[in-house]
């Protein structure tokens, strides 16, 4: 067990490591969230009860698009660096690779939403910063990794895969997505844990299936 | 070797194809034969009983007589689901080609039916909700469904044909077919979260048995319509086949002739393309 959760890490860290030295996937989700939230701004004239009633929608529409952009690069990388095959090659079960990129993805989509969050509040006039939309943004980022990591290896090798993989991801990703907004809405209105359980239960359900049937799907994604 | 073998080499080999198509048909016609005329005779029988012989619903009219295509289409729908499941389940296990040939039939079919159903749901909606879209439960799992189901068969049109893409694909199929309770349960929160008007539906006497009949109509249909699909998938995979033979030959002057309306498998004879 703590070896294969050494393993997972240094898997991982090999890609925050990357990540520290380029700066390609945080900037890229950070940019893109807060551009597709500023242009909202403009495309909604925003009074504070409106802030309320759309506020919780965009901010999940922006960080799902965003994310989107981030996820593509995770497996892109190591197919533009033929590094793919190598990662096949190293003596680890394929669980343990799922789980390192999975991992990857979520410091990077959580580092993210740390930026977007506060511009969010700044800009929707609505408060966000809270723990219970904190505990969501973390469900909500465990899940968006789980799917997107095992579909960004599945439409690694797809020509035009910037396209499949939104495509793949937005879809399956809904029931997710409905969850964050409708919990997010519930907690700016002044909702309290009890009054969007149920969002949080099908989140919490989300996340668990998505990474056991994402982590056993994947061994027949990485397979040559 | 000269262009002109090449060409007489494959006129052989689409020669002996069709040769082997017709024996092919002529073992068979009778039981599709049959099932066709099943089929028509059902769907007739649903007609004269959608149209002449169940009574005018008192409060909605006419329009009500949607139900008895809406509900049978998207019934077929969720088996079209039901169907790729457990063909990409039986393909990652068997590795078998039919698996996903059968998964595809199933997956095509299954966003028309998933269409029709959308667009006879909208078009009952309007005159009896007032709008064209509600967040009905059933109603937003299918749009979600279809979504997916097209961006499965949007990737198999993008990958080169070959092993990775049957398997990627059934990967494909299966997360969409996990995701479905877990999209109709969110769905069901959403349309409690939304209230909109609800029509009360009692499905008894000759409503019930019409819809009943119906659903029969159409999963016959289904399997029929499906069946073909199928049949015609095998057909597009001997032809790819052969386009690959003839493409391997030293001389390929006339392997590159696209043919209109197929995957791109046909299209321009890439012999390494399911490496």
């Known amino acids: 067990m703590g070896a294969s959760l050494a393993t997972i890490w240094t898997l991982a860290r090999k890609d925050l ?28 004239e925003l009074t504070p009860s409106r802030s309320r009633d759309v506020g919780p929608g965009v901010l999940w529409a922006a960080v799902a698009f965003a994310g ?64 219970e939309t904190i505990v969501i943004a973390l469900l909500a980022s465990i899940g968006f990794s789980a799917v997107g990591t095992a579909f960004a290896a599945v439409s690694v090798r797809v020509r035009s895969r910037e396209i499949m993989l939104p495509l793949l991801f937005l879809p399956t990703s809904v029931p997710l997505i409905m969850a964050a907004v409708e919990s997010t809405s519930a907690v700016v209105n002044g909702g309290s844990w009890s009054d969007f359980s149920d969002w949080l239960q099908l989140a919490i359900a989300f996340d668990v299936i998505f990474v056991i049937a994402s982590a056993v799907l994947f061994q027949f994604v990485l397979e040559e | 070797m000269e262009p002109g073998s090449a060409r007489d080499r494959l006129h052989i080999l689409f020669d002996d194809a069709r040769a082997e198509q017709k ?63 457990v063909a990409s389940v039986a393909y990652l296990k068997t590795r078998d080609e039919k698996w996903d040939r059968l998964a595809v039939a199933g997956a095509e079919t299954g966003v028309i039916f998933a269409a029709l159903m959308l667009i006879t749901g ?40 070959g092993e990775q893409r049957r398997r990627l694909a059934a990967i494909i199929g299966l997360i969409g077919a996990i995701d479905t309770p877990i999209i109709y349960y969110g769905a069901q929160l959403w349309e409690r979260a939304h209230p909109s008007a609800v029509v009360g539906r009692s499905v008894d006497g000759p409503v019930g048995l019409t819809l009943l009949v119906a659903t029969v109509a159409f999963s016959v249909l289904f399997v029929y319509v499906a ?28 392997s590159s002739t696209p043919s ?3 995957t791109p498998e046909s299209v321009g004879g890439a012999p390494a393309g399911g490496a």
């Open chain 2, 23 to 85: 024996r092919a048909m002529a073992a068979l016609p009778k039981i599709r034969l049959a099932w066709l005329g099943i089929t028509a005779g059902l769907m007739a029988l649903t007609l004269w009983m959608v149209f002449l012989w169940v009574p005018t619903e008192i409060n909605q009219g006419n329009i009500q007589r949607s139900l008895y295509f809406h509900v049978p289409v998207a019934w077929t729908a969720m088996v079209a689901i039901a169907l790729v499941a």
């Open chain 1, 17 to 44: 490591l990357l990540e520290l030295r380029s700066r390609d996937i945080v900037l890229a989700i950070i940019v893109f969230a807060l551009l597709v939230i500023a242009i909202f701004t403009f495309a909604i």
């Open chain 1, 68 to 131: 989107v952009l981030g996820l593509n690069r995770s497996f892109a990388v190591e197919a533009e660096g033929d590094t793919l095959d190598g990662l096949m090659l190293t003596p680890v079960s394929r669980e343990l690779i799922f789980f390192g990129k999975l991992l990857g993805n979520f410091i990077f989509i959580t580092i993210a939403e740390i930026v977007i969050f506060p511009v969010f509040e700044a800009l929707f006039n609505i408060s966000v910063l809270q723990v």
């Open chain 2, 122 to 161: 909208m078009v009952w909606a309007k005159p009896v909700w007032g709008v064209w879209w509600t967040g009905e439960a059933k109603l937003t799992t299918t749009l979600i469904l279809f979504f997916i189901y097209v961006a499965y068969l949007m990737f198999r049109a993008y990958f080169p044909p």
């Open chain 2, 260 to 262: 209109p309306g197929t």
């Open chain 2, 227 to 254: 069946g073909e699909r199928y049949r015609l998938r095998r057909q597009e995979d001997e032809v790819a086949a052969l386009r690959r033979a003839i493409s391997l030959q030293p001389s390929r002057s006339v």
